[in-house]
């Protein structure tokens, strides 16, 4: 019996050292488990702690609750602070969020893309975030996380932008003004001899009435006279003398509107203008201001109009006729010819030359600001810049081609207006 008990004992406890072996080669197996997931848990924080500490998008991590527990390094420099100032504190008390978008978080939902202010103390900068809403594997929420990109430089550099842009609007708008007082000057040169002509006339005109109307005073002062026959003379030249002197006149008035329209070129409103009278006006103008004889066929249709600033469309004509004027200047016997071509609702006006033409590869760049095909000191570049800009502001388009045989044609379309517009 006592043998058979020991060799009772004896399986019990094999038995039980070979469980206590299995359990323990079990809970060496689990502890290699065990550490080797915590060791990859340590790099996977380590790998994100990494990626948090190496944004350069602020970034904060709130709970459930709003109440900031993370922020990483790019906030902390961005507004001058340390984490431990901001942990504890509510999301809203730094970022200062509009209605739409707290109410979007309160209800569980992602904001994008808003610009707001991130206040910490004193500091003050603008961020464009993002927020997202934190969930579990069982979708439950578990906070906000906010991403931030600093816009405070991009906002202060848009406004730099803005003032640079202001401050080169009014140089150009100097440039341009300087371009057409400068065109006004050439203009006025060749229109003052035009002046002087029958401002002339109408002085001796007059001065011839005064001399008349003396000698009348002296015959009626004696009525016992009869009427002298250089007397009845004077009555029958008096009205060629003062129909000369209303002729004079007109043409004064014709110069001196023609001049005004001009120099006010900014003033004036747009309004119904007859197309072809401005363009009569601009070449009679031009070809005064020029000492070269140029052919010049105007066969524009009378009773064009247009909707626009009489001024600045007289600026347009001028501009071009002194640039076919130039390329004229060198060739053998000029010639220009202004042709007019309505189609639907717009016109067309051609002004063809037989002109030195320009080179295909410089065509592109003639309505560019600043370029000249002209000497230093013959011009600013500006001419052709000003009649596109001014086309295009009378919802109209300006171009230009080099005709086949000889010289360019510049073509001109603007939107025609009828008689039911006016």
């Known amino acids: 019996m006592e043998e058979a008990g020991q060799k009772f004992d004896d399986v019990v406890w094999t038995e039980v050292m070979a469980q206590v072996e299995k359990t323990y080669v079990l809970l060496t197996e689990q502890q290699e488990e065990l550490e080797s997931q915590n060791k990859s848990l340590t790099s996977t924080q380590e790998f994100l ?44 008390d730094l970022i200062k969020l509009d209605e739409a978008s707290l109410k979007l978080l309160g209800s569980n939902q992602s904001v994008s893309d808003i610009n707001v202010d991130i206040v910490v103390d004193q500091v003050t900068e603008q961020f464009s975030v993002n927020c997202c809403v934190r969930q579990d594997d069982r979708l439950r929420m578990l906070g906000y ?28 708008d100097h440039l341009i003004e300087s371009e057409k007082m400068a ?3 050439r203009l006025v040169s060749g229109v003052a001899h035009e002046i002087n002509n029958p401002v002339s006339f ?27 026959e250089d007397v009845q003379d004077i009555f029958d030249d008096m009205p060629q003398l003062m129909e000369g002197t209303i002729e004079g006149l007109e043409r004064i008035t014709d110069i001196i509107t023609g001049l005004r329209n001009f120099s006010s070129i900014y003033k004036e409103e747009s309004k119904r203008v007859d197309l072809t009278e401005i363009i009569k006006m601009a070449v009679l103008w031009t070809q005064k201001s020029h000492k070269i ?3 010049i066929d105007n066969l524009t249709e009378n009773g064009l ?29 000029p010639s220009l010819v202004i042709t007019s071509v309505v189609e639907d609702d717009k016109i067309k006006i051609n002004f063809i030359d037989n002109g030195i033409g320009i080179e295909k590869s410089k ?9 000249s095909t002209k000497k230093t000191g013959e011009g600013m570049g500006l001419g052709l810049y000003i009649c596109y800009n001014i086309a295009k502001e009378f919802m109209g388009s300006l171009s230009a081609k080099n005709n086949p045989d000889q010289g360019m044609t510049f073509t001109l379309i603007l939107p025609l207006m009828d008689d039911q517009d006016a």
Request: net charge neutral; charged share 15%; with cysteine.
């Open 293 to 295: 004889n140029i052919q």
């Open 145 to 172: 996380v906010f991403i931030g990109r600093p816009i405070g430089e991009l906002v202060r550099a848009h406004q730099d932008l803005q003032v640079t842009h202001t401050q080169l609007k009014e140089s150009q």
């Open 202 to 228: 109408v002085y001796g005109n007059v001065y011839a009435l005064n001399q008349f109307f003396e000698r009348l005073k002296q015959q009626i002062t004696d009525t016992t006279k009869p009427i002298p």
């Open 49 to 92: 702690s990494n990626i948090m500490e190496s944004m350069t998008d602020v970034l904060l991590v709130c709970d459930r609750d709003g109440i900031i527990v993370q922020c990483n390094k790019a906030f902390e420099a961005q507004l001058c602070t340390k984490e431990k100032q901001v942990i504890g504190t509510h999301y809203t």
């Open 183 to 185: 065109s006004l000057g």
């Open 363 to 371: 065509l592109s760049k003639i309505f560019d600001p600043f370029y």
């Open 305 to 333: 109009f247009v909707y626009a600033n009489a001024g600045k469309l007289h600026q347009l004509f001028v501009n071009l006729l002194q640039n076919a004027f130039f390329a004229l200047n060198s060739v053998d016997a």
